[in-house]
């Protein structure tokens, strides 16, 4: 069965849905944390089937946001980069051959490493 992601980024959280190919949904899941915002910007399906999100969470921490998640969309694991700095966003993310990943994104710091 092929399966479809379809994903949206709301206000304060974002969530995934998956459905096959007719369009009959397989299962959808909803992602929200202690932040008044939580927003994605790319998913990408990772190389063990699951998939991976990168976007920020701003209030009360700021920083970039990333969401790994197996195949069903159960979370495995969260990591949030606390820069402190409002409008730091994790844009784009791509997992390399080692199955590290690399993010792309923005900060108004200019010293951040």
Known sequence: MKRYLKYYFLFSSFCFIFSESRGQIVFNKAYDYDSTNNNGFAVITTLDGGYCVSGYVSN??????????????????VKIYDLSVAGDQ????????????????????INIV
């Open 60 to 77: 009360p921490i700021y920083g970039l946001h990333i969401v790994k998640t197996d195949n069903v969309g159960s979370v495995i694991w």
């Open 90 to 109: 994790a844009k784009s993310i791509i997992q390399l051959a080692d199955s590290s990943y690399l993010l792309c994104g923005q900060t108004k710091e």
